[in-house]
């Protein structure tokens, strides 16, 4: 079992950064691939970035890629999202998932520990 929880998020001016953090428990948290997704009122929830426990790979959504960065600290059971350049769209609330052994995924559905959620606002 893994219990995840998001900080950081809050209101910001475009062009600006925020650094979300995702606080696991559990001692095997290295053994997790662990992707943040965002989500909008009515939408699904949206994939941004992932980090793979298999070497630490790195894949990000196109549409954040050059202005996320998606890094883990093993040792303090972490796993950050550096946001920068932030504009309006990037406005949503933004989740921490985990998967055990597993390389990469984008979708939803395959991850099995989802945080409560932390939300990114970006004013024009």
């Known amino acids: 079992q893994v219990q995840l929880v998001e900080s950081g998020g809050g209101l910001v001016q475009a062009g600006g950064s925020l650094r979300l953090s995702c606080a696991a428990s559990?001692?095997?948290?290295?053994?997790?691939?662990t992707s943040w997704f965002r989500q909008v009122p009515g939408k699904e929830r949206f994939f941004v970035a992932a980090?793979?426990?298999?070497?630490?790979?790195?894949y990000y959504s196109n549409s954040v890629k050059s202005r996320f960065t998606i890094s883990r600290d093993n040792a303090k059971n972490t796993v950050y999202l550096q946001m920068n350049s932030l504009n309006p769209e990037d406005t949503a609330v933004y989740y921490c998932?985990?998967?055990?052994?597993?390389?990469?995924?984008?979708?939803?559905?395959?991850?099995?520990?989802w945080g409560q959620g932390t939300q990114v606002t970006v004013s024009s």
């Open positions: 998932a985990a998967v055990r052994n597993s390389s990469y995924s984008s979708r939803a559905s395959d991850y099995d520990y």
């Open positions: 559990g001692r095997t948290f290295s053994s997790y691939t």
């Open positions: 980090i793979s426990c298999i070497g630490g790979s790195t």
